[in-house]
Each structure stands twice: as structure tokens, then as C-alpha cells.
């Protein structure tokens, strides 16, 4: 079965723009958790989504948010970009239930450049 | 509340070596445990899990890894790695936590 989709793998944006990067989950799979990986600060959680709902969220401020759609597919959004902000963004879905089992399975990720 | 510490944040090696990687985890309550692998570009991919039960836990690509409960401790093995094994390296713990908790990472260098 397809795998964990994002969208698009690389992006170049400039400071104060803002971006949406897309997440198709596994078919099947309900929740839907997006990290962000800097050399920095390593693996951050940002927030998770679970039948369009927000169920948990990281320290992150407000510019960054997200949603679900009733097919499980989740878009990230982050305004008012920052040159701090440049970095892989991952998406990893998972069937709730066994998450605690079998962990999440990890899209490619969407590659941010901010200048 | 859960964390992960590795040990290490490079490790280089030659070809046909072991190699160990060294996570460390503190949780006031039982956890499972996961060891994840990140190529150049890519997402991470899972390696091997600990959820209960033998200690000694074997994963893809030849990996394995051992539990030990009195140290707290879930470090990775490999007895002869390859050139292809060269990626970051994440040890991860959850169990109750809203999100799974990553440790820094380690970056395995293969040399020739």
C-alpha cells in the first residue's frame, strides 16, 4: 500500500510569506503528527490531528497551525515566515490505537528554505 | 515525563566493524522503545521496536538492539556494518506521552 505523502519536497520561501505543506497518510490511518528536524533542536513535535481534530500540540507559536480533512489528509500552515523556520518539515501517520506498538511510519518530508 | 538521551552524536567506523549506539531513557513508568533510521533527504524509517518481552530485539538491515531495564538503557548493535548504513540514527520512547520523544540522533559514518 502507498506509503506517507508530502507535498511539495522542497520549498524556497522569503521572510514574511507564508506556506501550507500537505500530508497523505497511509490509507487507513487516522492520526496524522508533523515534526520539525533542524540541526539545532533535532525532531520538535509540532501538533497531531485525529479525525479532523487537533489532539495534541507542541511549543510552537501561533504561526504555525494545521488541519485535517475528513479523508485524513492534513495541511500545516506557517505565516509570517522566519528565517529560523528553514527546516525539514515531517509528517508520520499512524493508526491510533497501535501507535504505542508499532510507532509511525514517516513520510519523505518537505524540505523549507527561508531567505 | 519521558526522554531519550544518545550518548553519542557521531560515530565513525570502517567497513566490516560493529558498531554500537548508545540511547539512554528515563520514564517513571514502562515504555516502548524504537530505533529509527534517517538517509540524506528522507523521513526516518523504522529499524526495531522493544514493546515487551525477550530483551534482545533484531531489526532490519542486520540491527539489533538490548533492552536493559536496571540501566535504562536501549542501545542499538550492529556486528559488521557497510558503507550503506551511513544515516542518522534516532532512538525514540513513547508510552502515554501525547507525542513520541526522539532523542538527538546519531550520525553513523561508514568508512571504506
Known amino acids: 500500500k502507498a506509503g506517507v505523502t508530502q507535498t511539495p519536497r522542497y520549498l524556497i520561501k522569503t521572510r514574511g510569506q507564508q506556506v501550507t505543506l500537505s500530508c497523505s497518510p497511509i490509507?487507513?490511518?487516522?492520526?496524522v503528527s508533523w515534526y520539525q528536524q533542524t540541526p539545532g533542536q533535532g525532531l520538535q513535535f509540532l501538533f497531531e490531528y485525529f479525525s479532523e481534530t487537533q489532539r495534541n500540540k507542541g511549543n510552537f507559536p501561533g504561526r504555525f497551525s494545521g488541519r485535517q480533512f475528513s479523508n485524513s489528509r492534513s495541511e500545516m500552515n506557517v505565516s509570517t515566515l522566519e528565517l529560523g523556520d528553514s527546516a525539514l518539515y515531517l509528517c508520520?501517520?499512524?493508526?491510533?490505537?497501535?501507535?504505542?506498538?508499532?510507532?509511525?511510519?514517516f513520510g519523505s518530508g518537505t524540505r523549507l528554505t527561508v531567505v | 515525563a519521558q526522554s531519550v538521551t544518545q550518548l553519542d552524536s557521531q560515530v565513525p567506523v570502517f567497513e566490516e566493524a560493529p558498531v554500537e549506539l548508545r540511547c539512554n531513557y528515563s520514564?517513571?513508568?514502562?515504555?516502548?522503545l524504537f530505533w529509527y533510521v534517517q538517509y540524506p533527504n528522507q523521513g526516518l524509517q523504522l529499524l526495531l521496536k522493544y514493546l515487551s518481552g525477550s530483551t534482545l530485539v533484531k531489526g532490519i538491515n542486520g540491527f539489533e538492539a538490548e533492552f536493559n531495564k536496571s540501566q535504562t538503557s536501549f542501545h542499538l548493535r550492529k556486528p559488521s556494518v557497510h558503507i550503506s548504513d551511513t544515516a542518522e540514527y534516532f532512538c525514540?520512547?513513547?508510552?502515554?506521552?501525547?507525542?513520541?520523544?526522539f532523542g538527538a540522533g546519531t550520525r553513523l559514518t561508514v568508512k571504506p
Open positions: 525514540a520512547v513513547t508510552l502515554g506521552a501525547p507525542d513520541m520523544r
Open positions: 508520520a501517520s499512524s493508526n491510533t490505537e497501535m501507535r504505542n506498538l508499532y510507532g509511525y511510519t
Open positions: 520514564s517513571s513508568v514502562s515504555v516502548y
Open positions: 490509507s487507513g490511518h487516522r492520526s
